[in-house]
C-alpha cells in the first residue's frame, strides 16, 4: 500500500518562503514521477511542479517557475517544494502525487494536502 503525506503548509506574509514534505511510504520514491499541485477556494486543481523518476529533470507552471523549487531526497523517500517569495494568490491546499506506468495503465497516488496560506 503506497502513501503520500504532506507536511510544512502553514501562514505566512508575502514574500516570505515555506517548505513542504511529501513522505512516501510503500515504495520507492524514485519508482515514482512526482509533482505537486494545488487547489485555491473555488477555483479548478492546478499543477505546479514536477520532478522525473530519474530525478534529474524537473518542470513549473509559469505561475511558480523562478519562486519555487522541487526536490527530492531518495535516502528518505521523501519530496520537497520550497516555496519561496510568497504571494497572496499562493493560497491553496497543496497536493502531493505519484505517477508511475504499470499494468498496462497510468498508477497514480494523493496525499490529503496541506493547507498555505499567504497574507498581503
Known amino acids: 500500500q503506497v502513501q503520500l503525506v504532506e507536511s510544512g503548509g502553514g501562514v505566512v506574509e508575502a514574500g516570505g518562503s515555506l517548505r513542504l514534505s511529501c513522505v512516501v511510504s510503500?515504495?520507492?520514491?524514485?519508482?515514482?514521477?512526482m509533482d505537486w499541485f494545488r487547489r485555491a477556494p473555488g477555483k479548478e486543481r492546478e499543477w505546479v511542479a514536477q520532478?522525473?523518476?530519474?530525478?534529474?529533470?524537473?518542470h513549473y507552471a509559469d505561475s511558480v517557475k523562478g519562486r519555487f523549487d522541487i526536490s527530492r531526497d531518495v535516502a528518505k523517500n521523501t519530496v520537497y517544494l520550497q516555496m519561496n517569495s510568497l504571494k497572496p494568490e499562493d493560497t491553496a491546499v497543496y497536493y502531493c502525487?505519484?505517477?508511475?506506468w504499470g499494468e498496462g495503465q497510468w498508477i497514480d497516488y494523493w496525499g490529503q494536502g496541506t493547507q498555505v496560506t499567504v497574507s498581503s
Open positions: 502525487n505519484a505517477a508511475r
Open positions: 510503500g515504495r520507492n520514491v524514485s519508482d515514482y514521477s
Open positions: 520532478i522525473s523518476r530519474s530525478g534529474g529533470v524537473t
